[in-house]
């Protein structure tokens, strides 16, 4: 069974989780269970950047020392995961006895390599964005102050500094972005980063002398260790390194889900320091955009901040998956509104499959003795064979998409075959074919709840829990819920494949999976 190792980026722990932490957070998960679906031994990762200055200012504004303030961020962010089915395998955290052992020998490594010397930084610095810039790359605010490209203040910093030689890694890097085209996606970002590379790197400050709340720097107890140095390191630390232990075997990782913000940092940096250490590097940064409010960036100010709770306890946390993996184009910024989630949960989850669903299985309860329809009885028409000829190419196509994280296009692939079985159904009326021509009914509803099987195991990476219970309305044992079942193989096209649903097999009572959304105010 080949591995796959997935990450998020890692939040930064100065306060509670948003939208943003939750979409990255869904849409890792569901490239994780994707991949274990489809047979891969998978091991998916977050953690928390708990170090820095933006943490320890947060803390004191709260009256709490840093630990206690990262303790109390770690478990809402914990929570969270919890909330959104979508739990991670480890959660690493900066400040644990084993994330500061890895990141002290990655240092090590790196020194040993000679790419960290001792020099004076002096230079432009953004505490929120935990970043140095060049002047050439600041505005001036209506205030006269510094403002780094993300509209952050940047401050004027002097001080003793270690430094990593990123300046000696451009090369290495081009080459290495040409030789693996996919090493960043989608493409757009990989051409910004190579245009950035292209003009020169600059060696960046990879330690604090005026900042104790960090790791400390081996030999050197006066530094603490910047906080991408330190941060970055956290995506090794899950695999027991620098042991040669039981999880070793997932490095290099297959992907790092991140925020467009934060390409330079994992495009450019994390590999640098990787080649210097002499470790493989990760296999894709994957880059997804931001998701705004109504079409409006998510501001305190504005009053526009919803935060992952409030909308599952509002829509539930598979129709919350379903929207923000079905609406948003992964590596595009995406929005979000009321009105856009509810016409998503009432079309799609409630009318289109979730009717489809309740309609077929009462069908059967009532004209077939509550069990998978024998169809054998009947003549299969080209109706019947194209709408499994269709669901049969849906893994094909499923996979297609995912090669390329378009997890938008292959959710709606599988849409769109049960759009097409809700046209077949109601062209078929099996209602009227109960008195005139009971065989042909129990085809039609034979083939209508195994393209609804299909699609319920193509689905279980956006909506688990639901796609979990359809499954159980159709007696799927857990066995057979792998994308394996959904690969009719060399049997594609025809009733009798080896993976259908089997007539005869006693279906429980049917039931409701997705209730349409009644707004309260509208319903009094």
């Not at 020099?119 to 001036?140: C, H, I, N, P, Q």
Request: aromatic share 12%; glycine share 6%.
């Amino acid at each position: 069974m080949s591995r796959f190792y997935i990450t998020t980026a890692i939040p930064y722990a100065n306060g509670a989780p948003h939208i943003g932490h939750a979409y990255e957070r869904i849409a890792t998960d569901a490239i994780q269970r994707f991949m274990r679906l489809d047979g891969r031994d998978t091991f998916f990762v977050t953690g928390l950047d708990e170090h820095g200055l933006k943490v320890q200012q947060a803390a004191a504004r709260e009256g709490l020392t840093p630990q206690a303030f990262v303790d109390g961020v770690a478990l809402k962010f914990e929570a969270m995961g919890e909330e959104l089915n979508a739990r991670a395998d480890d959660i690493v955290r900066t400040t644990e006895p084993r994330h500061a052992r890895a990141s002290q020998a990655m240092w090590e490594r790196v020194s040993a390599n000679g790419d960290i010397y001792l020099s004076k930084y002096s230079g432009w610095y953004s505490v929120r964005d935990e970043a140095y810039f060049d002047e050439g790359e600041l505005t001036e605010g209506p205030d006269g102050t510094k403002l780094a490209p993300s509209g952050a203040p940047a401050e004027w910093v002097e001080e003793e500094s270690y430094f990593f030689k990123l300046s000696a890694y451009a090369g290495r890097l081009l080459a290495h972005y040409d030789t693996h085209p996919e090493f960043i996606t989608p493409e757009t970002y990989r051409n910004e980063i190579v245009a950035f590379v292209k003009r020169g790197l600059s060696d960046f400050s990879i330690s604090r002398a005026t900042l104790k709340w960090g790791v400390p720097v081996p030999g050197d107890p006066k530094h603490v260790m910047y906080v991408w140095f330190d941060a970055l390191t956290n995506y090794i630390t899950a695999t027991g390194f620098p042991d040669d232990g039981p999880r070793a075997k997932f490095w290099p990782a297959d992907v790092h889900v991140i925020g467009k913000d934060i390409t330079r940092f994992h495009a450019i940096y994390w590999p640098a320091m990787l080649i210097s250490a002499g470790l493989p590097l990760p296999r894709q940064i994957v880059v997804h955009g931001f998701l705004f409010n109504r079409g409006e960036k998510m501001s305190k100010s504005v009053g526009n901040v919803v935060s992952p709770a409030d909308l599952i306890a509002a829509y539930g946390v598979d129709p919350v998956r379903y929207f923000f993996l079905r609406d948003v184009s992964f590596g595009q910024d995406g929005s979000y509104s009321h009105e856009a989630i509810v016409g998503r949960l009432n079309a799609d989850l409630a009318n289109d499959i979730g009717n489809l669903a309740q309609r077929s299985l009462t069908m059967i309860a009532r004209n077939c003795g509550a069990s998978v329809p024998d169809w054998r009885d009947a003549e299969p028409q080209p109706e019947d064979l194209a709408l499994i000829s269709r669901i049969d190419a849906l893994i094909a196509e499923a996979r297609r998409y995912m090669e390329s994280f378009a997890l938008h296009l292959y959710i709606g692939a599988v849409f769109d075959a049960v759009s097409d079985a809700n046209r077949y159904f109601a062209n078929a009326e099996p209602w009227r074919l109960a008195r005139s021509d009971p065989a042909r009914m129990r085809l039609v509803l034979y083939v209508t709840i195994e393209t609804l099987r299909v699609a319920a195991i193509l689905l279980q990476p956006a909506m688990p829990a639901s796609m979990s219970t359809l499954l159980d309305l159709l007696a799927v044992p857990p066995e057979e819920r792998a994308f394996a079942a959904a690969d009719a193989g060399w049997a594609a096209g025809r009733l009798d494949a080896p993976h259908r649903l089997k007539p005869g097999r006693a279906l429980p009572p049917p039931a409701a999976i997705f209730p349409r959304y009644v707004d309260q105010e509208a319903a009094t």
